[in-house]
């Protein structure tokens, strides 16, 4: 599996999935079938979702299989029989995907990924796929909204500690940097997949040495050639910003260094940063960046931006690793065509809840583009 994650994660599947590959089994005669997955609502009524989550699902069907402790547990349920227990201890998935890139646009009820192969192969994945993909498109497409919103500026996860567990946190960092973030604070993501890494300080370090400046100072000389300050732990204009223009013309200047950035996680955002960015142009710190955190979204930092807030950078956490204003993915796999006597022959799922209803048969996807937008 990942670098990150040794454990065999095979049976993330629901029981029924199971039972029907039994059925299957028993029947002897298995024609390929072609699963679509696609998606019936975009998340917070925008115009379209971010595809993500494909390189785990490779990495899923590539490594299915069923250990001496998968059967041993299957067979204390007393539902199968010995000979498809058989059957599973020897399994390898041998069906073949097909699946848009990571980063794509996708729209609802379109197919972004198809899968044929035997039944019970193609049964045997759904929730896998589904639990990756409806994660990372999810916080994908979060990450993308929140991008454009930050209209230019950086936009960083800080989400981990208020993801709903270590694989949210890894994925969704992730799945956030498909979406357009530049990087992530969390930095096992960072190292297993390559995504650039930013932090700065916590509160705790400024604390820990009582006096601020102190804090600053040290700081400063630990990392003079990255040395970005958090300003908000007392009091943001009469002492965190002042003290950090203290920092940078006593401690860093002399060192031929100077401060990269100041960081505001409380507080009016839009007010202090235009405060901020007055007094860091006075001291003839024009280059200082100004970054900020703090529960933000699209919403807040669209508002932030339209009250003028002087402002380069967004740390975006627990809205955008949970997406918390729309936290469901709506993806699902549907069974669309079985093959009979070489070709694919349509099946068509009926509903009185006509968005239940599915697009039968094998399909090809087309963009049209009109003034370079699909």
Not at 61 to 78: A, G, I, P, Q, T
Not at 84 to 95: A, P, V
Not at 100 to 114: D, K, L, N, R
Request: glycine share 8%; aromatic share 12%.
């Amino acid at each position: 599996m990942t670098q990150f994650d040794a454990r065999n994660v095979s049976m993330v599947m629901d029981l029924y999935e199971l039972t029907m590959a039994e059925g299957y089994f028993k029947s002897g005669d298995q024609p390929r079938v072609a699963f679509d997955v696609f998606y019936r609502k975009v998340p917070d009524g925008g115009g379209f979702a971010i595809f993500a989550g494909l390189e785990q699902i490779i990495e899923y069907v590539e490594n299915l299989r069923f250990d001496d402790s998968d059967v041993s547990y299957l067979r204390s349920l007393n539902l199968f029989s010995e000979d498809f227990l058989d059957y599973l201890r020897k399994f390898r998935f041998r069906g073949d995907i097909y699946a848009f890139a990571e980063g794509t646009i996708i729209y609802p009820q379109e197919p972004f990924m198809t899968v044929v192969a035997s039944p019970i192969d193609a049964q045997l994945i759904e929730t896998a796929i589904l639990s990756q993909i409806n994660h990372q498109s999810l916080i994908a497409t979060k990450a993308r909204r929140i991008v454009k919103a930050a209209d230019g500026r950086s936009v960083f996860d800080f989400g981990a500690r208020r993801a709903h567990n270590l694989d949210a946190a890894i994925y969704g960092a992730r799945a956030a940097y498909i979406g357009g973030a530049d990087g992530t604070a969390t930095v096992l993501a960072a190292k297993t997949f390559g995504i650039p890494t930013t932090g700065t300080m916590a509160h705790s370090w400024v604390m820990y040495f009582g006096d601020e400046f102190e804090a600053f100072k040290r700081y400063a000389l630990l990392y003079p050639d990255s040395a970005s300050l958090l300003v908000d732990t007392y009091d943001v204009l009469h002492s965190g910003v002042p003290n950090a223009i203290k920092t940078a013309k006593e401690v860093l200047e002399p060192l031929g260094k100077r401060l990269k950035a100041v960081r505001l996680d409380s507080g009016d955002l839009a007010y202090l940063s235009k405060k901020t960015r007055a007094m860091l142009d006075d001291a003839g710190l024009q280059d200082c960046k100004i970054t900020v955190s703090n529960s933000l979204d699209e919403y807040t930092i669209a508002s932030i931006l339209a009250q003028g807030g002087q402002i380069d950078g967004f740390g975006v956490g627990e809205r955008l690793i949970t997406s918390k204003s729309d936290p469901i993915f709506s993806g699902v796999y549907k069974l669309v065509a079985v093959e009979a006597g070489g070709k694919f022959s349509p099946r068509i799922k009926l509903s009185e809840a006509v968005e239940k209803m599915t697009n039968p048969g094998i399909k090809k996807v087309w963009r049209i583009y009109q003034n370079g937008q699909a």
